[in-house]
């Protein structure tokens, strides 16, 4: 979240951001963003009987703040299909490995139990299935010998604050589009961006 505020704070910047919303109301980015003159709200799930009025709530707050789109960042919920259509193609999201590799939790443990040579980071577009939807970019970095989850998490995670900011550029300026499960750049099909990042 702060690698996105801090990307949109240039003269020049293509996005916004708008409003920050958490379901925690403890959670550390709510001051963070309030302290950089972002608007933010708690919706907090607990206040709510189901899933389906707990994202009611956030679609009312997305919709009265006149959102365009939907950046998650720590959201740590799953929504309802329905949230996710009605913001089809207008929600991204970053997981921590190269998609569709390691889905769900605990990736960087599982990416040096698989010993693979390369983990890193997905941006895509948001879809019923976890973790699935069409790519926008993908950043890879080196796993090294001695690498233990906290340590290759920290490399990832400074991949994530690359990349998560050029995807939200993309978007804005137009270049991103979706034909189907396929992300269109500049109006041609081609394949992802990935970027390597080495050391």
Same mark, same amino acid.
């Given at each position: &979240?702060?690698?996105?505020?801090?990307?949109?704070?240039?003269?020049?910047?293509?996005? $916004?951001?708008?409003?920050?919303?958490?379901? $925690?109301?403890?959670?550390?980015?709510?001051?963070?963003? /309030?302290?950089?003159?972002?608007?933010?709200?708690?919706? *907090?799930?607990?206040?709510?009987?189901?899933? %389906?009025?707990?994202?009611?709530?956030?679609?009312?707050?997305?919709?009265?703040?006149?959102?365009?789109?939907?950046?998650?960042?720590?959201? &740590?919920?799953?929504?309802?299909?329905?949230?996710?259509?009605?913001?089809? !193609?207008?929600?991204?999201?970053?997981?921590?490995? %190269?998609?569709?590799?390691? +889905?769900?939790?605990?990736?960087?443990?599982? /990416?040096?139990?698989?010993?693979?040579?390369? *983990?890193?980071?997905?941006? *895509?577009?948001?879809?019923?299935?976890?973790?699935?939807?069409?790519?926008?970019?993908?950043?890879?970095?080196?796993?090294?010998?001695? !690498?233990?989850?906290?340590? %290759?998490?920290?490399?990832?995670? +400074?991949?994530? *604050? @690359?990349?998560?900011?050029?995807?939200? @550029?993309?978007?804005? $300026?137009?270049?991103?589009?979706?034909?189907?499960?396929?992300?269109?750049?500049?109006?041609?099909?081609?394949?992802?961006?990935?970027? !390597?990042?080495?050391?």
């Amino acid at each position: &979240m702060q690698a996105l505020i801090d990307s949109c704070r240039p003269a020049d910047a293509p996005a $916004e951001i708008a409003l920050v919303i958490s379901n $925690e109301p403890s959670a550390a980015g709510l001051a963070w963003a /309030a302290a950089n003159g972002v608007p933010t709200k708690v919706v *907090h799930h607990r206040d709510f009987p189901n899933r %389906l009025a707990f994202d009611a709530a956030i679609d009312a707050a997305l919709r009265a703040a006149g959102i365009q789109l939907v950046c998650l960042a720590g959201f &740590m919920r799953i929504l309802t299909d329905k949230f996710v259509e009605d913001w089809r !193609d207008r929600m991204i999201n970053i997981h921590p490995s %190269l998609l569709p590799d390691f +889905k769900g939790l605990d990736t960087h443990a599982r /990416a040096l139990a698989a010993g693979v040579r390369r *983990h890193g980071c997905t941006v *895509h577009f948001v879809r019923p299935e976890m973790d699935t939807g069409p790519i926008i970019v993908q950043a890879s970095v080196p796993v090294q010998p001695a !690498d233990t989850p906290e340590t %290759l998490a920290a490399r990832v995670l +400074k991949a994530e *604050h @690359r990349i998560y900011p050029l995807a939200l @550029r993309w978007i804005a $300026e137009g270049r991103v589009l979706v034909r189907g499960e396929q992300v269109l750049f500049d109006g041609a099909v081609r394949e992802s961006p990935l970027v !390597d990042l080495r050391g």
